[in-house]
């Protein structure tokens, strides 16, 4: 992915119609299949400028395939008066410094940290060794197991990352499954079983944080079970994937 910055210099009497004028770009920009997304922003010290970010799939799919494409004519048409007020227009490529701040709580602070994860897993666990599914499946697990998957959820949800510190991380994990040709109904009971621990611990039940744990763990038992088929060759080292929100951000009543 590549970044795109162009900064114009707009006069405050073409504020207004300079804005309509995106308004209408951004209908062919955002059908565009090379653009990620885009974001026109206002000086709020100098009013006269503005800086439009886009970020591109990559600048040769912008150069080539945007400009060359279907809904270049349309865009260009929208803006081909403002051309000339443009001060700066580069392809930017990210480095490895970013991230998100902490306006929006973590997952695993939502949930109620280290401590609630290790109360759902103890769970979580006393109910897979009694299963007659999936339960020899772990007849021979690491007294620590539940400890262990508590802290790989923690890291996954925005906790610290002690999965990855004290455990070996991603690879520690994958290899765990490797083989163990984890059946779909297995994996099914895996999922019931935990929504089950999440519901008796006390989890927070609203539709926001529910949907996002719910979607890692569909995901996560989707890989363990792809993971562990006979003559699965996943990749060997990986970061420990970190959850978020998705669409629906935490709720935060008004009143
Ligand atoms: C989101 C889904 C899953 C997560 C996050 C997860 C997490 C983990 C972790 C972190 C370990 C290694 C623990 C350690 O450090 O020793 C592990 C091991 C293991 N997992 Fe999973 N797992 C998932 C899905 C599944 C499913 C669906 C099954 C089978 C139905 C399964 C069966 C096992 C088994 C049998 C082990 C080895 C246990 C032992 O003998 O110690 N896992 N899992």
Redesign the pocket.
């Known amino acids: 992915m590549i970044v795109e910055y162009i900064r114009y210099r707009i006069d405050q009497q073409d504020a207004e119609e300079f804005e309509a004028a995106y308004e209408r770009a951004a209908v062919p920009l955002a059908a565009a299949p090379q653009c990620v997304d885009y974001e026109l922003s206002r000086c709020v010290d100098e009013p006269e400028w503005y800086i439009l970010r886009i970020t591109w799939t990559s600048a040769e799919d912008h150069l080539q395939g945007f400009r060359a494409g279907e809904h270049f004519g349309a865009f260009f048409s929208a803006i081909k008066p403002y051309v000339r007020q443009i001060e700066e227009m580069r392809h930017y490529e990210r480095t490895a410094v970013r991230g998100t701040g902490s306006s929006v709580p973590s997952l695993y602070d939502w949930a109620g940290g280290t401590e609630a994860f290790e109360r759902l897993t103890e769970t979580f666990y006393e109910q897979v060794l009694k299963d007659d599914l ?1 339960g020899p ?2 007849a ?3 007294p620590g ?1 539940p400890r ?2 508590a802290m ?2 923690a890291e996954v949800f925005g906790g610290p990352s002690r ?1 990855t510190d004290e ?1 070996g991380g991603y690879h ?2 994958l290899v ?2 490797l083989g ?1 040709a ?1 059946t779909e109904p ?2 099914r ?2 999922v019931n079983l935990l929504m089950d621990a999440a519901d008796v611990v006390g989890l927070p039940a609203d539709p926001e944080f529910r949907a996002a744990f719910a979607s ?2 569909e995901w ?2 989707r890989l ?2 792809a993971n562990s088929q006979p003559g699965a060759r996943p990749p060997r080292q990986a970061p420990v994937p970190r959850w978020g929100w998705g669409v629906a951000p935490p709720y935060f009543p008004t009143s």
């Open positions: 999936i499946l772990f021979h697990m690491d197991h262990y998957v790989w959820l999965y455990r520690h994990m765990q499954h163990k984890i297995q994996r009971r895996w890692y763990i996560g038992t363990a079970f």
